[in-house]
């Protein structure tokens, strides 16, 4: 496990990013699962200001780790925070983007977008295979989609599962921890005050860790990677 700290959002958004430029592969496609948040967010913005031409973007697949079950111009939808701060801007081919259908039926979803992961990524020890994966950390542990009350989605067999937030009853589709840890990469990208608590308890391995989804991403690569500001890693022992 590896932590970057980072003196601020932007800061933490810009190391990422140039972390990003360098992964990218010059002659190979890239497969990439993308998170929502604000962090992410921070993230599109910086590339699409300063990376938007470090980048071969015809050789970046871009896929989601999750996505809220809504329409792709929702507020809400993922797909849509991407499109708006991070594809409006560069210049991507319509058929590098494989978003989650947030407007069709989420159990018939989450089976299509299994087969959809199936069919276009490498396989790696029998299942689909991410270059790279981006997750974000919610306040109360969850990541991708998978909130700690329904901890059970993380060791499905399947590619894909439907989850309810706790709080709105949103259904979402999120990939399931089988597929995550079976990235080359996974980083988190953290930042705020409201997360330092669960970041140190996550990477500390203290506290109610056991508990909070997050704690279980854990790539059987060996590469992942935290990408954190300092008001989230305030606890964090380095
Ligand atoms: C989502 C994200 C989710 C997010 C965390 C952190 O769809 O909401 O995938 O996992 O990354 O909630 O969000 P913030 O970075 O905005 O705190």
């Not at 002659?27 to 470090?54: Q, W």
């Not at 329409?71 to 409006?88: I, Q, R, V, W």
């Not at 299994?114 to 490498?122: A, E, Q, S, T, V």
């Not at 996550?202 to 860790?209: A, D, L, V």
Request: with cysteine; proline share 5%.
């Amino acid at each position: 496990m590896e932590v970057n700290i980072s003196g601020s959002k932007r800061e933490a958004a810009r190391t990422f990013s140039e972390y990003l430029v360098n992964g990218i592969s010059k002659n190979d496609t890239t497969h990439i699962a993308l998170s929502g948040g604000s962090t992410p967010k921070e993230v599109f913005k910086e590339l699409a200001l300063y990376f938007k031409d470090a980048i071969d973007w015809s050789k970046v697949q871009f896929y989601w780790g999750d996505e809220r079950c809504v329409p792709p111009d929702d507020g809400e939808s993922n797909y849509k925070m991407t499109k708006d701060y991070l594809f409006a801007k560069l210049d991507v081919p319509e058929a590098n983007i494989h978003r989650i259908y947030g407007e069709n039926d989420p159990e018939e979803e989450a089976i299509r977008y299994g087969h959809i992961l199936k069919k276009r990524l490498p396989t790696h020890k029998g299942l689909p295979q991410f270059d790279l994966v981006i997750l974000g950390l919610g306040d109360d542990g969850h990541t991708a989609s998978i909130f700690p009350y329904q901890i059970n989605l993380w060791n499905s067999k399947k590619y894909c599962e439907v989850a309810v937030h706790p709080e709105t009853g949103q259904k979402r589709v999120t990939l399931t921890g089988q597929i995550i840890n079976n990235a080359r990469e996974v980083a988190f990208l953290v930042t705020g005050t409201g997360k330092e608590q669960k970041v140190f308890e996550i990477i500390e391995k203290q506290g109610n860790y056991k508990r909070y989804p997050a704690s279980f991403v854990l790539p059987k690569s060996g590469k992942l990677i935290w990408f954190l500001d300092a008001d989230a890693a305030n606890l964090v022992r380095t």
